[in-house]
């Protein structure tokens, strides 16, 4: 299995200290283990305007080595200001880079044989693959044996605060290789917590995501979702988008907030900026009187504190935001 060339694909081979637990799973599966991720013109691979921009990928061998693979890709779109400002990544610096043709027959082969690894990767990384293999004519990938990072105990929200929590940092994030180690780190602090064979368990399995009601009409909403956002870099107008699918619009917001907390929509989609800047100023003094938890019900008694002396526009959603930007 030949990785594939081009003007911006580097190879290196990475010392196998610090990821010892990974190294000692590759070895006792024997099976190669490889975290992986991509970045993408969209937000979600459901829409026929998705492409990959940049591919990396950890490679952890049985017999104790690693190296790491990583790219840019022609995507052959355009890739959207929205995704540009979250990514770094420009259509300039695509162009003339190999498209994903190039690696269809390397990932198709690591799907099938390795353990692969990533983060809310089986709704975006997986299938972000298996669409772009057949788009350029590779029918068939699989991903056989897979890990979501984002299903195992104690791990929930976006990579940059799933990792945080654990004191694992990143100058960078939203670039494919940044993103593989943060990836692989927070895995390594799993394994020496919980042990290989947690993870075992958890192969296969996907993210959590809470809540209730029909999941696959919630899926549908948040396909739709993201589309918009990725079309026109704004939200859909969430009371006409909730009256569409009969669904109110506190429950809209839900979906958005579901979204910005997944890492896959930037809080700004949702945020208005004047209540933002006065939460910002307010809401740690309200915490201190009023604070009872987040759970529903739970924040009445701080929204009643915060409401009086607020600008128009706070409700549940505005606070929900301010406080996973908290932390």
């Given at each position: 299995?030949?990785?594939?060339?081009?003007?911006?694909?580097?190879?290196?081979?990475?010392?196998?200290?610090?990821?010892?637990?990974?190294?000692?799973?590759a070895?006792?599966?024997?099976q190669?283990?490889?975290?992986?991720?991509?970045?993408?013109?969209?937000?979600?691979?459901?829409?026929?305007?998705?492409g990959?921009?940049?591919?990396?990928?950890?490679?952890?061998?049985?017999?104790?080595?690693?190296?790491?693979?990583?790219?840019?890709?022609?995507?052959?779109?355009?890739?959207?200001?929205?995704?540009?400002?979250?990514?770094?990544?420009?259509?300039?610096?695509?162009?003339?880079?190999?498209?994903?043709?190039?690696?269809?027959?390397?990932?198709?082969d690591?799907?099938?044989?390795?353990?692969?690894?990533?983060?809310h990767?089986?709704?975006?990384?997986?299938?972000?693959?298996?669409?772009?293999?057949?788009?350029?004519?590779?029918?068939?990938t699989?991903?056989?044996?897979?890990?979501?990072?984002?299903?195992?105990?104690?791990?929930?929200?976006?990579?940059?605060?799933?990792?945080?929590?654990?004191?694992?940092v990143s100058?960078?994030?939203?670039?494919?290789?940044?993103?593989?180690?943060?990836?692989?780190?927070?895995?390594?602090?799993?394994?020496?917590?919980?042990?290989?064979?947690?993870?075992?368990?958890?192969?296969?399995?996907?993210?959590k995501?809470?809540g209730?009601?029909?999941?696959s009409?919630?899926?549908?909403?948040?396909?739709?979702?993201?589309?918009?956002?990725?079309?026109?870099?704004?939200?859909?107008?969430?009371?006409a988008?909730?009256e569409?699918?009969d669904?109110?619009?506190?429950?809209?917001?839900?979906?958005?907030?579901r979204?910005?907390?997944?890492?896959?929509?930037?809080?700004?989609?949702?945020?208005?900026?004047?209540?933002?800047?006065?939460?910002?100023?307010?809401?740690?003094?309200?915490?201190?009187?009023?604070?009872?938890?987040?759970?529903d019900?739970?924040?009445?008694?701080?929204?009643?504190?915060?409401?009086?002396?607020?600008?128009?526009?706070?409700?549940?959603?505005?606070?929900?935001?301010?406080?996973?930007?908290?932390?």
């Amino acid at each position: 299995m030949t990785p594939p060339d081009g003007p911006q694909c580097e190879s290196l081979l990475v010392e196998p200290d610090s990821i010892h637990h990974l190294s000692a799973w590759a070895a006792r599966r024997n099976q190669p283990v490889t975290v992986f991720d991509l970045e993408a013109t969209t937000f979600t691979p459901a829409v026929k305007w998705f492409g990959i921009t940049e591919v990396a990928l950890l490679h952890i061998y049985p017999d104790g080595t690693a190296s790491t693979r990583s790219a840019l890709v022609n995507p052959e779109r355009n890739i959207p200001k929205a995704v540009r400002e979250l990514t770094g990544i420009t259509n300039e610096a695509v162009r003339g880079q190999p498209t994903w043709e190039a690696w269809t027959s390397y990932m198709h082969d690591v799907a099938a044989g390795h353990l692969t690894v990533g983060y809310h990767s089986m709704g975006f990384d997986c299938p972000g693959v298996v669409r772009q293999n057949a788009r350029y004519g590779h029918e068939g990938t699989e991903f056989v044996t897979h890990l979501d990072v984002a299903s195992l105990p104690g791990v929930s929200g976006k990579l940059i605060d799933a990792a945080a929590e654990r004191g694992i940092v990143s100058e960078t994030y939203h670039r494919a290789l940044a993103d593989v180690w943060v990836t692989a780190r927070l895995l390594e602090s799993l394994a020496a917590e919980h042990g290989l064979g947690v993870l075992e368990e958890h192969i296969g399995r996907g993210p959590k995501r809470g809540g209730s009601g029909n999941s696959s009409s919630r899926d549908v909403r948040r396909t739709e979702l993201l589309e918009h956002f990725t079309e026109h870099g704004s939200l859909p107008d969430l009371a006409a988008f909730g009256e569409r699918h009969d669904i109110k619009r506190s429950t809209a917001e839900g979906d958005v907030v579901r979204l910005i907390d997944e890492g896959v929509l930037p809080s700004a989609a949702l945020e208005r900026a004047v209540v933002q800047d006065w939460l910002a100023e307010h809401l740690e003094a309200a915490i201190l009187r009023e604070w009872r938890g987040e759970a529903d019900g739970r924040l009445k008694p701080l929204m009643e504190t915060l409401r009086p002396e607020a600008p128009e526009g706070l409700d549940y959603t505005q606070l929900r935001l301010a406080l996973m930007k908290r932390g």
